[in-house]
Nanobody, 127 residues
Framework: QVQLLETGGGLVQAGSSLRLSCEASLPTFSSHYMGWFRQAPGKEREFVAG???????YYADSVKGRFTISRNVMLNTVYLRMNSLKPEDTAVYYC?????????????????????WGQGTQVTVSS
């Protein structure tokens, strides 16, 4: 059974940093496209960042230059380093995975493109 477990959320002040982790029990972690999404109260879940099988990364414009996605294939873990946090970054952050079988260079930004999801971790940024 595939499980994605996010950790690292919390309450921080504006301008602070956090690092989220997502440990994935995927049999072939490195073949998957891993994405981070977030959902603020009353809003749609939105794409934040993604990393593909070759470690190429892609970001939403709203976080470009502040957030960094990375992974450790030995630990089956993907990270989201968030710097210069703003109150508008407050949301539940979700990790998601899609198997790409080590192929392609597409970036996946829609919820329906992913096979597996974590339960989410809350990030709250106070002003």
């Amino acid at each position: 059974q595939v499980q994605l477990l996010e950790t690292g959320g919390g309450l921080v002040q504006a301008g602070s940093s956090l690092r989220l982790s997502c440990e994935a029990s995927l049999p072939t972690f490195s073949s998957h496209y891993m994405g981070w999404f977030r959902q603020a109260p009353g809003k749609e879940r939105e794409f934040v960042a993604g990393i593909n099988w070759s470690a190429s990364t892609y970001y939403a414009d709203s976080v470009k230059g502040r957030f960094t996605i990375s992974r450790n294939v030995m630990l089956n873990t993907v990270y989201l380093r968030m710097n210069s946090l703003k109150p508008e970054d407050t949301a539940v952050y979700y990790c998601a995975a899609r198997n790409t079988n080590y192929q392609g260079t597409d970036n996946y930004t829609r919820r329906d493109e992913y096979e597996y999801w974590g339960q989410g971790t809350q990030v709250t940024v106070s002003s």
